[in-house]
């Protein structure tokens, strides 16, 4: 069965960057895109951008682009989200999830809860 | 960016009454490329409904999606106890979701 398992929680200083990972197991990981997703307490859901992991391109959400990064690792099935000049607006959970084939999400991370804080 | 709106913000229902939910885009969605998610508390995001009206695999039937272009509804025809929930819209020709509804119990 798909399962995306992401990584555990972080707290993280203003200023600094959390990696987060998403490691993904049955299906074939190079044909369908991730994408990341987060969504701050008590609010809704923000996309940030998709990477392919047989191509390793990308896409960002425009207010991301400056500081986020998404690679991949096609040895261990795993993507990563990387997020540079943490702030502390930026205390979230968040998602990795499959791409179902247009664009859709199908399958989804367990979440990581991101938090920011001096 | 394509904005969505979704209304009302919350729904407050008995069970075994009928929801219907409203999405609006700011402008025409390509493709019907419209998806529906339902979120409970503390839970992950759950895939409903994609290019607009097909369920995905294993959602019960009582969940339909309808629409085009700008205008879309999610439609609940008899509401279950396990329903009361928050439900998002997302366009994905470019990727956003909407503000989201609340469905409760009334």
């Known amino acids: 069965q798909v399962q995306l398992v992401q990584s555990g929680a972080e707290v993280k200083k203003p200023g600094a960057s959390v990696k987060v990972s998403c490691k993904a197991s049955g299906y074939t990981f190079t044909d369908y895109y991730i994408h990341w997703v987060r969504q701050a307490p008590g609010q809704g859901l923000e996309w940030i951008g998709w990477?392919?992991?047989?191509?390793?391109?990308?896409n960002y959400a425009q207010k991301f682009q400056a500081w986020v990064t998404m690679t991949r690792d096609t040895s261990i099935t795993t993507t990563y989200m990387e997020l540079n000049r943490l702030r502390s607006d930026d205390t979230a959970i968040y998602y990795c999830?499959?791409?179902?084939?247009?664009?859709?999400?199908?399958?989804w991370g367990q979440g990581t809860l991101v938090t920011v804080s001096s | 960016e394509i904005v969505l709106t979704q209304s009302p913000g919350t729904l407050s229902l008995s069970p075994g009454e009928r929801a219907t939910l409203s999405c609006r885009a700011s402008r025409s969605i390509p493709s019907n490329y419209l998806a529906w998610y339902q979120q409970k508390p503390g839970q992950v995001p759950r895939l409903l409904i994609y290019g607009a009206s097909s369920r995905a695999a294993g959602i019960p039937d009582r969940f339909s999606g309808s629409g085009s272009e700008t205008d879309f509804t999610l439609t609940i025809s008899r509401l279950q106890p396990e329903d009361f929930a928050l439900y998002y819209c997302?366009?994905?020709?470019?990727?956003?979701f909407g503000q989201g509804t609340k469905v409760e119990i009334k």
């Open positions: 997302q366009q994905y020709s470019s990727w956003t």
């Open positions: 999830a499959r791409d179902g084939a247009v664009g859709y999400h199908d399958y």
């Open positions: 990477i392919h992991p047989n191509s390793g391109g990308t």
